[in-house]
C-alpha cells in the first residue's frame, strides 16, 4: 500500500497546517465570541497535532501519533473546563460577548 | 568555691533589680525590703571575702567563661576580688545597704516604688562589676553600665522636663568620657595585646619596653579623660550640680559616694601605667587643684541645699584627683572612703531635712529646724564637722594627709587644696546655720508639717555618722592600716618607705586646724552673729553674682559647643537632609508616575490581550527565525 505522504507530499501538509494555524489567530483576534474564540483555539490545537501526524508518517515513527492522542486527551480535558466556564459566565452576566467582560481591569 | 562567691555577689542585686522591674507593682512596700535584702547579701559575701583576702593575702580569682578569643588576643570574662576591690565592694555593698533601707521610707507612696529600687539594685550590680572585673573590658561594662543608671535615676521623676534634661546632660557629658577611656583601652590593648590588669602590671614590672612610654602617657591621658567624666572635674563636672534633680538618696549613693568615685578607683587600678606617665600625673595634680577651689568657690554661695553639696563633692573629689596627681594612691583612697561616709550623711540628711519639709530645698526657706529634728540635726553636724576638717574626726586625716602630700611636692598647690578647704568649712557651716539655726522661714503650712524622719532613715544616718567619727582610724598618721592593706595593689606604695611623722606632719595638722577654725567663724559670724540670710535671686550683684551663677559655665558651654552643634545639626536638617530625601524621593516618584502610565495598559479589554500576545510572539518568532 503506498503511503499517504508520497502521494500527497509533506509540504502541503505544512501549507495546510500553517493555513488552519493562521485561520485559528486571526478568530481569535477578530471575534468576540467566546464560544467561536474558544473553536479557533481547537483549530490552532489541532492544525499542529496534524503537522505532528503528519512527520511521524514520514519519518516512520510511531512516536509523533503517540504525542497526538496525549494531546487529544488534554485537549479535551480543557474542553470540558472551559465550556464549563463559559456557562457560569453566560449565567451571570447573560453574555459571553468579551468585551463585556472587563472585570480584571487594573 | 572562689567563682560561686563572685557569681554570688554579683547575681543577688542583679536578680533582685530583674524582681523589682518586672514584679515591682504587685510587691508593692515588700519591693524595697527585696532590694535592701538583696545589697545585704551582697555585703555580707563581700565581708566575707574580705576577711579571707585579708588573712591569706592572696586576691579571689574567677573565670567566669572565655568571652573573647581571636588570635593572640583573649579576653575572659572574670573577676577579680582583690584589697582595692574588696575595700571598694565593702562601701559600695555597706553604704548601698544604708541608702537602700533609707530609701524604703523616703519613697514611700511613688508611683513608681518597685522601678526605683530595680534601678537602685541594677545600679549597686554594676558598680559590683566595674570594681571587681579582671580586665578594662568588664570595668568598661561596669563603667556604662552605673552610667546607665545614673541617667535613669536622674531623670527617675520623668514628667518634670528639667530633669529629663539634666538626665541627657549626665549622660552625654560622661559619653565624652567614656569616648577618652575607651580610646586608652585600645591603646592598652595595642601594647600588650591583653587587657587583664594583672597581665598589664607583669609586662610594665618587667620594664623591658621603655620605648613605649609615648604610648603609656597616650593611653594614661585617655583613661583620665574617662575618669574626669565619671568623676566630675574640670571641665566635665557640670553635670554633677544638676545630677541633683533625681531623688536624694541616689544623690546620695551614686553622685556622691560611689559612682563618681568610680574614677579615682580606675587610675589607682592601673597606678603601674600612671607611674610611667609623670606628665599625666601634674596634670592630673593641677585639674583636680583647680577643680576643688573652682567648685569650692561656687558653693560657697548657692543656696540650694543639694546643690551646695554637689559642689562639694566635685570639690572633694578635685583634693582626691590631686593626691593622685602626687602619686599617694593610698591617700586618695583613704579620702574616698572617708569622704563616702560624711558626705552620703550629708546627702541623707539633707534628704530628711527635704522630706520633712515637703520638698522645699532652698535654704532661705529653712531654719530653725534643730528643734524638731533632733537626729538629723546631731548626725549632719558631726558629718559637717567631718568634711571640713574638724581635728580628729575623719576627713581631718584624710583631708590632712592630701595636704601633706601636696605640701611635700608642690607648694603651689597645697595652697590652692587649703584655700578650697577653708572654703569647704564655711560652706558647710553657712549650710548649717542656715538649715538648723535661727528661726524658721518657711510658710506657716510648712511649719505645720516639720518632723523627724521615721527610724529607717535615722538608723542609716546615725551609722553613717559613727562611721564619719571613727574612719579616720583605719590610716591613723604614722602607723597606718589602709597603707599597709594596699601595699599588694600599689606598686609604687608608701608602706614600701614609711617615714615618722616629724614637726612638719604637726605644723600642717595645725595649719589645717587653724584653716577649720577660720571657715568656722567666718560662717559662724556672718550667719549666727549677724543672722544675715542669702538675698533673693535678682538682688545679688557683682562678683556675688558671677558665683551665684557657677562663673556662667554652663552659658558659655551653651555658647561654646551647644549653639554650634545645634547650628550644625540645622544647617544639615535644612540643606544636606532636604537634598538627600530630595534625591530618594524623586526616585521614587519616578517609579511611581512610571507605574501610573503603565497601569493604563491593564484595562480588562481581552482581545487587547491576546492581541498583544500574538503580537509578541510574532516578535519573538521573527527574532528567533528571521533577524538573528
Known amino acids: 500500500m503506498e503511503n499517504v505522504i508520497e502521494i500527497i507530499g509533506i509540504d502541503k501538509y505544512i501549507y495546510l497546517s500553517i493555513i488552519l494555524f493562521c485561520i485559528g489567530v486571526f478568530g481569535i483576534l477578530y471575534r468576540r465570541n467566546a464560544i467561536v474564540m474558544f473553536m479557533c483555539i481547537e483549530i490552532m490545537l489541532n492544525s499542529a497535532n496534524m503537522l505532528l501526524v503528519a512527520f511521524s508518517t514520514f519519518h516512520q515513527d510511531a512516536e509523533g501519533q503517540v504525542f497526538v492522542f496525549f494531546t487529544m486527551a488534554v485537549a479535551a480535558a480543557e474542553v470540558a473546563v472551559g465550556l464549563a466556564i463559559l456557562v457560569t459566565i453566560y449565567r451571570n452576566i447573560g453574555s459571553i460577548d468579551i468585551d463585556k467582560l472587563k472585570n480584571l481591569k487594573g | ?628
Open chain 2, 1 to 628: 568555691m572562689d567563682t560561686n562567691v563572685i557569681l554570688l555577689l554579683l547575681l543577688v542585686p542583679l536578680l533582685g533589680s530583674l524582681v523589682n522591674i518586672f514584679f515591682g507593682k504587685k510587691l508593692g512596700n515588700g519591693s524595697g525590703i527585696i532590694a535592701t535584702l538583696a545589697v545585704l547579701i551582697s555585703f555580707i559575701v563581700t565581708v566575707v571575702a574580705f576577711v579571707q583576702v585579708n588573712g591569706t593575702k592572696t586576691p579571689i580569682q574567677g573565670n567566669l567563661f572565655e568571652w573573647i578569643a581571636v588570635e593572640k588576643f583573649s579576653i575572659s570574662f572574670g573577676f577579680l576580688l582583690d584589697q582595692l576591690s574588696l575595700l571598694w565592694l565593702l562601701f559600695v555593698t555597706g553604704i548601698g545597704t544604708l541608702i537602700h533601707l533609707y530609701s524604703t521610707s523616703y519613697m514611700k507612696g511613688d508611683e513608681n516604688y518597685g522601678k526605683y529600687f530595680g534601678y537602685l539594685n541594677l545600679f549597686i550590680f554594676f558598680m559590683i562589676i566595674l570594681v571587681a572585673g579582671s580586665n578594662l573590658l568588664i570595668t568598661f561594662i561596669g563603667w556604662e553600665g552605673v552610667g546607665l543608671c545614673s541617667y535613669l535615676l536622674i531623670g527617675f521623676w520623668h514628667k518634670n522636663q528639667d530633669y529629663n534634661d539634666a538626665a541627657k546632660k549626665a549622660f552625654i557629658m560622661n559619653r565624652i568620657g567614656d569616648l577618652g577611656f575607651l580610646i586608652g583601652v585600645f591603646i592598652l590593648a595595642f601594647l600588650f595585646h591583653s587587657l587583664d590588669y594583672m597581665t598589664i602590671k607583669t609586662a610594665l614590672m618587667s620594664g623591658t619596653n621603655h620605648q613605649i612610654n609615648t604610648w603609656i602617657g597616650c593611653a594614661a591621658l585617655a583613661i583620665f579623660i574617662g575618669a574626669i567624666g565619671k568623676s566630675a572635674q574640670i571641665p566635665l563636672y557640670t553635670w554633677l550640680p544638676d545630677a541633683m534633680a533625681g531623688p536624694t538618696p541616689v544623690s546620695a549613693l551614686i553622685h556622691a559616694a560611689t559612682m563618681v568615685t568610680a574614677g579615682i578607683f580606675l587610675i589607682t587600678r592601673l597606678n603601674f601605667v600612671f607611674d610611667l606617665a609623670p606628665l599625666v600625673q601634674d596634670t592630673i595634680a593641677i585639674v583636680g587643684a583647680f577643680t576643688a577651689l573652682f567648685a569650692a568657690s561656687i558653693g560657697l554661695v548657692q543656696n540650694d541645699i543639694k546643690k551646695v553639696l554637689a559642689y562639694s563633692t566635685v570639690s572633694q573629689l578635685g583634693l582626691m584627683f590631686m593626691a593622685i596627681g602626687f602619686g599617694a594612691y593610698e591617700v586618695a583612697v583613704f579620702h574616698v572612703i572617708t569622704h563616702a561616709f560624711f558626705k552620703a550623711c550629708l546627702f541623707l540628711g539633707s534628704g530628711s531635712v527635704i522630706h520633712a519639709m515637703g520638698g522645699e530645698q532652698d535654704m532661705r526657706r529653712m531654719g530653725g529646724l534643730d528643734k524638731y529634728m533632733k537626729v538629723t540635726y546631731i548626725t549632719f553636724l558631726i558629718a559637717t564637722a567631718a568634711i571640713s576638717g574638724f581635728p580628729f574626726l575623719s576627713g581631718f586625716f584624710s583631708k590632712d594627709e592630701i595636704l601633706m602630700v601636696a605640701f611635700e611636692h608642690n607648694k603651689a598647690l597645697y595652697i590652692i587644696g587649703s584655700i578650697a578647704s577653708i572654703m569647704t568649712a564655711f560652706y558647710m557651716f553657712r549650710l548649717v546655720f542656715l538649715t538648723f539655726k535661727k528661726g524658721f522661714r518657711g510658710t506657716q503650712e510648712q511649719k505645720n508639717h516639720l518632723h523627724e524622719s521615721p527610724i529607717s532613715m535615722t538608723l542609716p544616718l546615725i551609722v553613717l555618722a559613727v562611721l564619719s567619727i571613727f574612719g579616720g582610724l583605719i590610716s591613723w598618721p604614722g602607723s597606718s592600716w589602709l597603707n599597709q592593706y594596699l601595699q599588694p595593689v600599689i606598686v609604687k606604695s608608701a608602706a614600701n618607705h614609711p617615714h615618722a611623722l616629724g614637726f612638719e606632719a604637726y605644723m600642717l595638722m595645725g595649719v589645717a586646724t587653724v584653716g577649720f577654725l577660720i571657715g568656722l567663724i567666718w560662717a559662724f559670724r556672718k550667719y549666727i552673729q549677724k543672722a544675715q540670710v542669702p538675698q533673693e535671686d535678682d538682688k545679688i550683684t557683682g562678683f556675688h553674682k558671677v558665683l551665684y551663677n557657677k562663673y556662667y559655665i554652663d552659658e558659655i558651654y551653651d555658647k561654646l559647643f551647644v549653639k554650634p552643634i545645634y547650628i550644625i545639626a540645622t544647617f544639615f536638617r535644612d540643606v544636606v537632609e532636604v537634598a538627600l530625601s530630595g534625591a530618594v524621593f524623586g526616585l521614587g516618584k519616578i517609579a511611581d508616575e512610571l507605574s501610573l502610565q503603565g497601569k493604563k495598559a491593564q484595562n480588562g479589554n481581552i482581545g487587547l490581550y491576546l492581541f498583544a500576545f500574538v503580537f509578541g510572539i510574532c516578535l519573538l518568532l521573527y527574532y528567533l527565525f528571521i533577524a538573528r
